[in-house]
């Protein structure tokens, strides 16, 4: 949701706050999105600052009055302010510093109150010319206002009442009848491009909180809610990259249920979704902050532990090991667990994910060989102690085909 990998800071200011306060129940993720959209839509913030600079420096040399030539400074200003502003705050919120929102937000507010005050004075100059030029790149700037700003509809209203609102003292001031009818058209128009704001705000965060909810179904298991396969290869790939950095060891432990397959069968289906959430739940009680525990299919779940050694790693496979090896209430009946766990750490046994599953699959193979509730260590021993047993299965197979 952060384009190009940039994260804005929430405003601090309550009143900043306030006014880009997307709504109650919407997710911190979704927010910083939305503030991160009012700082995109480059092309329609340069417009806009282009206009506003070519008709308040047009009016200003056909008048050479003070009141307009201070329209013109005040918008060049405001205008290389707020593109300074969007310049820190674009480098800023790429490094993941804190940006300076409720600046930018303040200065964004202040150049629409000085479209308003451009249209004011062009309408009480009598100068219907100049008028008519203020109006329409006042109107102008409302879309553009409206299609920018919709991430933070409050803003967005505020925006646009500030530089059409002005009009309607314009049309007081100005002492033309014709003029009254600004009375109208102002508030219609504030309405309906501020209904349009909230109504396209209302849409883009239903779309965002949906892809959000997709996003989490397809990384996540939906019987115990740990992440799934495609989520444990998301969070190794990020780990593994920080093994990279600092060459601190990640080690990836493989678990699988001994008699799983028993229980399921004489109790059903549903008391083994049953056991295998209370699994998932003190897996995660024995879990770390930055640990990750994942069911990657059936009764086979893996954990991915940061800065343990392979003594360190052993000494949690057995401590997971006595926390779930238990027996387990299903049904008013005791059904005896037992769990048997392969580790493989890296990067002394593999630098990708799938290098690791491979190796801690290995170990896994072999601690069950030697009696299962144990855990065994990835390691030269045990890949050839496990093509050894397939080998003797295999001729065994064979021996049995020839001799039927």
Request: aromatic share 8%; hydrophobic share 50%.
């Amino acid at each position: 949701m952060q384009g190009e990998s940039r994260v804005y800071s929430l405003p601090r200011w309550p009143l900043m706050r306030w006014l880009v306060d997307p709504g109650r129940d919407v997710p911190e993720e979704i927010r910083l999105a939305l503030i991160g959209g009012l700082f995109g839509g480059l092309p329609v913030f340069f417009g806009g600052v282009l206009n506003t600079m070519l008709v308040s420096a047009a009016i200003a040399a056909k008048t050479q009055r003070p009141a307009f030539i201070a329209w013109f400074v005040f918008e060049f200003v405001i205008c290389a302010a707020r593109f300074v502003v969007l310049l820190i705050a674009r480098r800023a919120a790429l490094a993941r510093r804190t940006t300076p929102t409720d600046l930018y937000f303040l200065l964004g507010l202040a150049w629409s109150s000085g479209v308003g005050y451009g249209i004011v004075i062009s309408m009480a100059s009598g100068d219907w010319l100049m008028a008519c030029v203020a109006c329409l790149s006042g109107a102008a700037m409302v879309g553009g206002i409206c299609m920018r700003n919709f991430g933070a509809p409050r803003f967005a209203a505020a925006m646009i009442l500030t530089s059409i609102g002005p009009s309607m003292a314009g049309a007081a001031l100005s002492g033309e009848p014709l003029m009254f009818i600004v009375f109208a058209q102002a508030p219609m128009y504030f309405f309906a491009m501020a209904a349009a704001a909230f109504k396209l705000n209302k849409m883009l965060v239903l779309t965002m909180l949906a892809e959000r909810e997709n996003d989490h179904r397809a990384r996540h298991d939906s019987l115990t809610g740990l992440p799934n396969r495609h989520g444990l290869v998301n969070a190794a790939e990020k780990k593994l990259a920080a093994v990279r950095d600092n060459e601190r060891p990640l080690s990836l432990l493989f678990l699988d249920l001994d008699g799983f397959k028993t229980i399921n069968d004489t109790y059903g289906h549903a008391a083994g979704d049953s056991l295998l959430k209370l699994v998932a739940e003190r897996l995660q009680e024995m879990a770390r902050d930055g640990d990750v525990a994942a069911r990657i299919g059936g009764d086979e779940f893996v954990m991915l532990v940061e800065g343990l050694d392979e003594t360190a790693s052993l000494a949690l496979a057995e401590k997971l090991i006595a926390k779930v090896s238990t027996s387990y209430d299903i049904g008013g009946a005791s059904a005896p667990m037992g769990l048997s766990i392969g580790i493989a750490v890296a990067p002394g046994h593999g630098t990708s994910i799938q290098d690791l599953l491979a190796a801690a699959d290995i170990a896994l193979y072999e601690a069950k060989s030697l009696g299962k509730c144990r855990c065994c260590m990835a390691s030269m021993a045990t890949n050839v102690a496990a093509l050894q047993r397939l080998s003797e299965r295999t001729a065994s197979a064979s021996a049995t085909v020839a001799a039927a």
